[in-house]
């Protein structure tokens, strides 16, 4: 019987990952595939208007171990598999690596690629949340980028900062919490660019953030 690594959205089989003969081959790619995770900067936390965790498991025969993990609230629920010739032998919380609209291209990107691309090189670099945008200044370069709502926008110049502050980098500034000034500036300043007003004013690209 295989082994298998299987991708979980709020508790519910997602897909599987890959199926392995051997549990020592399953481990070394369940391990590596969570390190990965643990790498990822600004992770996917909404789809579809609701709030989604991602866990990643290890499926193996069955046995008579009863694995249990912790809720948000701290309580322990014993985690249950669907298919009975199987026990969940690993769980662990998994980041998929979140992407947003570039708006000069009107492609996904994610973090790793929104860093090498807009905040290489020289010169004083200033990151701003507007609603669901993030803006980027550099010189006389700026560019827009769209994220599903603002706790999205909000959290990615969270992280974002936040790394920058543990890699002691100071040639970027963060701007999350603007003053009525700044954001009549960075209005002024989208319109000015050519961007349309009203899809500045929008906080939201598909729904409504739901419980």
């Given at each position: ?85 199987y026990s969940m032998l690993e769980i662990s919380k998994y980041k998929i690596n979140e992407e947003f609209i570039d708006y000069s291209t ?37 560019n827009l980028f769209t994220f599903k709502n603002e706790l999205d926008s909000s959290r990615f110049i969270d992280n974002l900062s936040q790394k920058y502050i543990n890699e002691k ?43």
């Amino acid at each position: 019987m295989d082994y298998i690594i299987v991708l979980f959205k709020n508790r519910v089989k997602k897909k599987i990952i890959k199926k392995f003969k051997t549990f020592d081959r399953t481990q070394k790619y369940y391990n590596n595939l969570i390190s990965n995770s643990d790498e990822v900067i600004f992770d996917r936390q909404h789809e579809n208007g609701y709030h989604c965790v991602f866990e990643l498991g290890l499926l193996g025969p069955k046995n008579k171990d009863v694995m249990y993990v912790k809720d948000e609230f701290g309580r322990q629920n014993k985690v249950n598999v669907e298919d009975d010739d199987y026990s969940m032998l690993e769980i662990s919380k998994y980041k998929i690596n979140e992407e947003f609209i570039d708006y000069s291209t009107k492609k996904k990107i994610n973090t790793d690629e929104f860093i090498k691309k807009y905040l290489k090189g020289d010169g004083l670099k200033m990151v701003s949340k507007l609603n669901n945008k993030i803006i980027t200044q550099l010189n006389d370069m700026t560019n827009l980028f769209t994220f599903k709502n603002e706790l999205d926008s909000s959290r990615f110049i969270d992280n974002l900062s936040q790394k920058y502050i543990n890699e002691k980098r100071v040639d970027c500034i963060f701007i999350k919490d603007s003053s009525t000034p700044q954001r009549k500036y960075l209005y002024d300043m989208l319109v000015t660019l050519g961007y349309p007003k009203q899809y500045l004013f929008r906080q939201s690209t598909t729904f409504p953030v739901k419980k």
